[in-house]
């Protein structure tokens, strides 16, 4: 019996791995996830720089102020990324709390000491990769003068309407408006722009609006910076946790990145169970819309057929599964490579983490075999696609709900919740995935371990006795209440 059952499974597994589309599907998702990645980080990179124009009706020339706020703010921010990477100490940075934002005569020319001291121990490719970033960062909006764009003279209304007109043309992307006196009453600045999806102009001039609004606040009611930097300081507890031997460690990124990585295997573990397990139906209903199986009873039982379709397409499974950690572990090789700042969660160490790759390929064998035995009992009763799919539905519906649990459960890897989902069996390999960064007790491993068992058995048995009878009916599929008259019989 053990022989056919593996010549059943071979044939599958063989069927399966010998196609060309096999491979190109395998490829796909990796492809699709890299591309949809790579996509993402290049619209980001190659945005559209952003024109904008300040009309400013402030008696003391508030957007002089605002614009060096909002330049200098970057750079500062790009300093610190640099120094942090070069490993300077913070002691050196200490400079630029001192730097008064709202000085546009000698704000830049404090800013470029400060950094001429930072870089100047750094190599010629480090300074020159920093002004890249300075670059980048002021490339993302440019500022036009009024005289540029024909609205430096006249009335309020009338330099108001010449920019509307270069915001409706789409020469500019927006316009801001400093009327009034901001340091009194700001209800009167106004922001233009007929792109109502992209607020990242708004908020980054908004942003040092604020700071040199606030200065100049602070200033008229007689408060020392100290003061004022000390009433607004944000209050930032300290992330530590409990090492195995009891002594306290700060909490890394890293650290915080290996946490959140079961939803990652999770979301994974899903896809391979809920592909494998279609594969396997759409194979059988194939098959026997086909009259392929009447030939294959022929020479094995409907057990034996049954068990090596089940494990020939779990083997594929598997195949999938050593594909996308191959392409997971090149990918993050090149990602590190492209993006330096990766190399810092560790993300190669997580992928290959064998606690989370045994783990994995566990829990998929044991949540395939589950859906597998419900989904080949559905595919013996069905005599085409389009009735299985209509049985399907309820499955899928099922198969959402660790989806949508993801989050929570590894929020709280131990809570109720998750102990409720480890224990009803359809979700007990997403669940205990999802908990292995807790990670459970021994005793729950072991508990959830029969308890898979079990229901694989289980499930094994009921689709076989389905399997049995409904692989060799034609007609119309028959009614619920036949199929479990079919359960009851030995």
Known sequence: ??????????????????TKTFWLGILAFPAIFALAIGIGWVMNKTKAQQPYAVLDLTESGLGTRIEA?????????????????????EAKLAPLDAIDLTDPATLLLQLRDLEGAVTAEADPQQTA????????????????PLAALGAEHGSAAEREQV???????????AYFVLAGDPVADATQLGYVSNNLTDNALSEWYGGAATRVVRKLRLAAAQIAPETARHIQESIHFRPRRVAA??????????QKANKFAPVVFVYLLWIAVFTAAQMLLTNTVEEKSNRIIEVLLSSVSPGQLMAGKIWGIGATGLTLILSWAVCGLVGVHFGVQAVPKLAEWNLAEIVGDPLYLTSFVGYFLSGYLLFAAILVAIGSVCNSLKEAQNLLQPVFLLLMIPLFAMIPVVQEPNGLMARVFTYIPLYTPFAMMNRASGPPPAWEYAATTVLILFSVWFAFKAAGRIFRVGVLMTGNPPRLKEILSWLRAS
């Open 245 to 254: 031997d009891g002594s306290l460690e700060d909490v890394k990124d890293e």
């Open 69 to 89: 706020n909002a330049r200098a703010n970057d750079r500062i921010a790009s300093l610190r990324r640099f120094a942090s990477e070069q490993g300077v100490p």
């Open 129 to 144: 990769r920093f002004e890249r970033m300075v670059e980048s960062l002021a490339a993302k909006y440019r500022f036009e």
């Open 1 to 18: 019996m053990a022989s056919k059952t593996l010549l059943v499974a071979q044939r599958e597994y063989l069927d399966n791995v010998r």
């Open 163 to 173: 920019l509307r007109e270069h915001v409706r043309s789409g020469r500019l992307f």
